[in-house]
């Protein structure tokens, strides 16, 4: 791709594809036709955790302990590892494997669960797909490896060839995640969470599995496509294709080290946004900023976003948030770094309107930037 057909300007979300504008009130909308069916479970003896309706995760009361579950789908980061296979030769689906993985765990931990189940959806644009030894493999060993660094179970899937819905030579990965939280106090939908609340930051791996649309998008800008390096022996291709963090044994070791999460939010789509998903009307007020992966350094750059457009779209280094009590802020984040996994203590949550203000870089982002229920 030759740089004079690079365009210049922002490159925002939007223009990648990806209006949550539109997006967002069909989840309204969904959550609310899905809420008038929570009377089904009565007549099972069960009832749902009603605060869990617009959270990562639903939960439902089984008596003496909750079930949680979740599905998320990976998204167009296939679509890189696809690219950067006929670039390199070299088979990516084993990293892809683990970031569908944590799509789905990520989000479940969020209520205090313990990942029990994971199955998986990988529905390929023929059969011809799954033909590839060496691709099917890799995905195989990537899924087991990620399901043992989380501890769950691989109950199993679906493997449907869906020619004509799904485009030839291209698969669509998703996960779902069932997990059960006990004793039942681990339960962290946000009833806990208030003022005083220390905001622990766990650190990203790179882009994760959000974003890429717009990742993908700004390729068209770069001289060397993929092969751009965006740093010295790592091209762009590479970095997008970081492995996603996953966080479950962190939120595992927390729980046993007595330490409670008064509240978590995965940091995907919405970027840093999703610091506001709780419906109380609070601040979270941040001092300390994560450094940033050079990928996301580089994307910020080359897309001419201003902090502002880059923090509601990319994680920018952080990947998941804990709320916690004051005097556990610091032990959370000494286990966290015991685990291979970089946190800080970022700031807190204070009484006032309902607004994250990043003070460093005198970002402000209110309630009316992130409606998701």
């Given amino acids: 791709m030759s740089s004079s057909s690079a365009s210049t300007g922002t490159l925002s979300y939007e223009q990648a594809g ?29 009832s749902e955790v009603a605060a869990s309706r617009g959270e990562s995760a639903y939960v439902v009361d089984v008596g003496p302990f909750y079930l949680a579950s979740i599905v998320e789908c990976l998204g167009s980061k296939a679509l890189v590892a696809d690219e950067m296979k006929a670039l390199t030769g070299r088979s990516y689906y084993a990293g892809i494997a683990q970031d569908t993985i944590a799509m789905a765990v990520n989000d479940l931990i969020t209520v ?6 994971v199955q998986a959806y990988w529905a390929a644009g023929g059969s011809d797909w799954f033909g590839d030894a060496q691709r099917a493999q890799a995905l195989v060993e990537g899924w087991k490896r990620a399901c043992d660094t989380c501890g769950v179970a691989w109950g199993g899937g679906e493997t449907p060839a869906l020619a004509g819905i799904v485009e030839p030579g291209r698969i669509d990965l998703a996960a779902s995640c069932t997990g059960i939280i006990s ?8 009833d806990a969470l208030g003022a005083g609340d220390a905001i622990v930051l766990l650190a990203s791996s790179g882009i994760h599995a959000n974003g890429l649309s717009l990742a993908r998008k700004l390729v068209e800008r770069l001289p060397q496509g ?15 294709l970081a492995p996603t963090a996953l966080y479950s044994p962190v939120t595992e070791a927390l729980a046993k080290a007595g330490v409670t999460m008064h509240y978590c939010a995965n940091i995907t789509g919405h970027g840093w946004r999703k610091l506001l998903r709780h419906p109380k009307a609070l601040t ?6 994560p450094p940033v992966p050079p990928v996301l350094s580089f994307i910020q750059r080359h897309a001419q976003q201003d902090d502002r457009e880059a923090y509601s779209t990319l994680n920018m280094g952080a990947g998941f948030a804990l709320f916690v009590g004051a005097a556990d802020a610091q032990r959370t984040v000494e ?35 992130l409606q998701l229920r």
Avoid: C, M, W
């Fill in 112 to 117: 205090g669960a313990t990942p029990l189940v």
């Fill in 284 to 289: 979270y007020r941040i001092d300390a900023l």
């Fill in 183 to 190: 004793p039942k106090s681990r339960l962290s939908v946000g």
């Fill in 335 to 369: 286990i966290a770094r015991g685990l291979g996994i970089d946190a800080l203590v970022a700031g807190r949550v204070e009484d006032g309107a309902k607004q994250l203000l990043i003070e460093p870089l005198g970002i402000r982002f209110g309630d009316d930037d």
């Fill in 18 to 46: 990806v209006n949550y504008d539109l997006i967002d009130p069909l989840k309204v909308a969904a959550q609310r036709a899905a809420a008038a069916t929570a009377g089904h479970l009565t007549g099972h003896g069960f």
């Fill in 226 to 240: 993929y092969l751009t390096e965006v740093a010295p022996g790592l091209t762009y291709g590479d970095a997008l």
